[in-house]
Nanobody, 116 residues
């Protein structure tokens, strides 16, 4: 059974930083594609960043390039999203996505709120 769990969301002031973590079990983590998506109120879910299996390639949404960094620790079955210089437009529920054996798995989401 595949399980995905995010942590690390919260309230942060504009210009601040936050790191999200996502652990996944029930898969061979280093061979899985891992990513972060977000969904703001009234908007569609959108890709923030992803990392191909093995971590060889990363991809970022234009809106977060230079501010967010996705990384993975295959020994800990964990993927991270380091977010810096946050703005109110980054406020959303952030979801961890796992691509494993052609199937998609999602975490429950973690709220990130950027506000003064």
């Amino acid at each position: 059974q595949v399980q995905v769990a995010e942590s690390g969301g919260g309230l942060v002031q504009p210009g601040g930083s936050l790191r999200l973590s996502c652990s996944a079990s029930g898969i061979m983590f280093r061979f899985a594609g891992m990513g972060w998506y977000r969904q703001a109120p009234g908007k569609q879910r959108e890709l923030v960043a992803d990392s191909t299996s093995g971590g060889g390639t990363t991809n970022y949404a234009d809106s977060v390039k230079g501010r967010f960094t996705i990384s993975r620790d295959n020994a800990k079955n964990t993927v991270y999203l380091q977010m810096t210089n946050l703005t109110p437009e980054d406020t959303a529920v952030y979801y961890c996505h796992v691509k494993w054996l052609t199937r998609d798995y999602w975490g429950q989401g973690t709220q990130v709120t950027v506000s003064s």
